[in-house]
């Protein structure tokens, strides 16, 4: 199984400053024939689902403010919100979903 | 609007029986997979399984192989989850999932609220 790592566990930033999240994986999920990252982003607030933020790694997906960037490849990924806003507070995961079984990291928590 | 709704979640025995459906509204439900992933209450997120839109190729978590059924009814735009044998780590909410690309090796683009499973004596 491919191992999806977080750190830190949590975060504490500051209103309009810069959050960063990593994320490693036990093995590459960049398949050659395609050169995609099968990874992807989620951000889960109290009470609710996980929300879709990054896919392929660095795709934004539809109406996610461009606060929010993903990048990396291989086994190392990065999540970046830009400049915080309090609306972004939630706890943040990884997934991989290159092969079976689909795997999370443990995820970040985000605090102001 | 896409909307996926889970229902049937509740308290059961060890070794009971529950099944947990999701109904799917706003899309071409058989074009696209499916998946159910599940939260441990306080915990983070364990994919549970997957299966293809036409419903002829599923996977499993190890955890719960044997166990676990997933199926869906394309002409209904239902998803299944029949869940046997339940034991006390199956305590969770449970979440349907579709996923943005046709095939199961997919990223997750739309979630329910998900339905809570509750395995205790």
């Known amino acids: 199984d491919i191992v999806m790592t977080q750190s830190p566990d949590s975060l504490a930033v500051s209103l309009g400053e810069r959050a960063t999240f990593n994320c490693k994986s036990s093995?590459?999920?960049?398949?050659?024939?395609?050169?995609?990252?099968?990874l992807a982003w989620y951000q889960q607030k109290p009470g609710q689902p996980p929300k879709l933020l990054i896919y392929w790694a660095s795709t934004r997906e539809s109406g996610v403010p461009d606060r929010f960037s993903g990048s990396g490849s291989g086994t190392d990924f990065t999540l970046t919100i830009s400049s915080l806003q309090a609306e972004d507070v939630a706890v943040y995961y990884c997934h991989q979903y290159y092969n079976t079984p689909h795997t999370f990291g443990q995820g970040t928590k985000l605090e102001i | 609007e896409v909307q996926v709704l889970e229902s049937g979640g509740g308290l059961v025995q060890p070794g009971g029986s529950l099944r947990l459906s999701c109904a799917a509204s706003g899309f071409t439900f058989s074009t696209y997979a499916m998946s159910w992933v599940r939260q441990a209450p306080g915990k983070g997120l364990e994919w549970v399984s997957d299966i293809s839109g036409s419903g002829d190729s599923t996977n499993y978590a190890q955890s719960v192989k044997g166990r676990f059924t997933i199926s869906r009814d394309n002409s209904e735009n239902m998803l299944n989850l029949q869940m046997n044998s339940l034991r006390a780590e199956d305590t969770a909410v449970y979440h349907c999932?579709?996923?943005?690309?046709?095939?199961?090796?997919?990223?997750?683009?739309?979630w329910g609220q998900g339905t809570l499973v509750t395995v205790s004596s």
């Open positions: 093995q590459s999920v960049l398949y050659s024939d395609n050169n995609k990252n099968y």
């Open positions: 999932a579709k996923k943005g690309c046709t095939g199961t090796t997919c990223y997750l683009n739309y």
